[in-house]
């Protein structure tokens, strides 16, 4: 059972935009930075969005992070086949003193 | 750009320690904090714990009686060590750099498999 809570699977054609939701508490998301995280089969997870809608050099601003409250929202758009992957939502828990991922949401292209 | 390096041994024996080291470069060891997640077999991820360059460190409150991560700045890496190992423990463990701002893990290593099994 993850702390943070996100959709096992979503799914959207090629070309629209998908939304996956990751939802905490004010201990972790409520008061802190949430980060995300795109996963391919067989390869380490790399950082996608961090400090809550932040990019990395190199990552498309087809990619963005937003927050409310306690929860987190990635959305991709212009969806294309080779964004299929796991996406993991990350945060630092300020109770329990440990950094907390939600259990990934598995991204299918139709 | 910070690069890691995973190495170690991907097989180890019930009740045995694992042991995993982290090659880092293309950074300072005092600009982020150093640290470990592991990923079962079609699981999701868990972190286990992190070291700074100073030496101290955060564990996971689920495997602090069993986890010591280290750190060896002359040699730019770092260290997990995971003793008492049972099948529970066979995973994919990633070294990362962590973030010391926003608690991002902006850098990972390759990954190692790590298989517990007599």
């Known amino acids: 059972q993850s702390v943070l809570t996100q959709p096992p699977s979503v799914s959207a054609a090629p070309g629209q935009k998908v939304t996956i939701s990751c939802s905490g508490s004010?201990?972790?998301?409520?008061?802190?930075?949430v980060s995300w995280y795109q996963q391919f089969p067989g390869t380490a997870p790399k950082l996608l969005i961090y400090?809550?809608?932040k990019r990395p050099s190199g990552i498309p601003d087809r990619f963005s992070g937003s927050k409310s409250g306690s929860s987190a929202t990635l959305g991709i758009t212009g969806l294309q086949t080779g964004d299929e992957a796991d996406y993991y939502c990350?945060?630092?828990?300020?109770?329990?003193?440990?950094?907390?991922f939600g259990g990934g949401t598995k991204l299918t292209v139709l | 750009q910070v690069q890691l390096q995973g190495s170690g041994p991907g097989l180890v024996k019930p009740s045995e320690t694992l042991s995993l080291t982290c090659n880092v470069s293309?950074?300072?060891?005092?600009?982020?904090?150093w640290s470990w997640i592991r990923q079962p077999p079609g699981q999701g991820l868990e972190w286990i714990g992190y070291?700074?360059?100073?030496?101290?460190?955060v564990y996971s409150p689920s495997l602090r009686s069993r986890v010591t991560i280290s750190v060896d700045t002359s040699k730019n890496q770092f260290s997990l060590r995971l003793n008492s190992v049972t099948a529970a423990d066979t995973a994919v463990y990633y070294c990362?750099?962590?973030?010391?701002?926003?608690?991002?893990?902006?850098?990972w290593g390759q990954g190692t498999l790590v298989t517990v099994s007599s």
């Open positions: 990362a750099s962590l973030s010391t701002g926003d608690m991002s893990f902006d850098y």
């Open positions: 004010t201990s972790n998301i409520g008061n802190n930075y």
């Open positions: 293309g950074g300072s060891m005092s600009s982020h904090y």
């Open positions: 070291v700074f360059y100073s030496g101290s460190t």
């Open positions: 990350g945060a630092w828990d300020s109770s329990l003193s440990v950094v907390v």
């Open positions: 400090d809550n809608n």
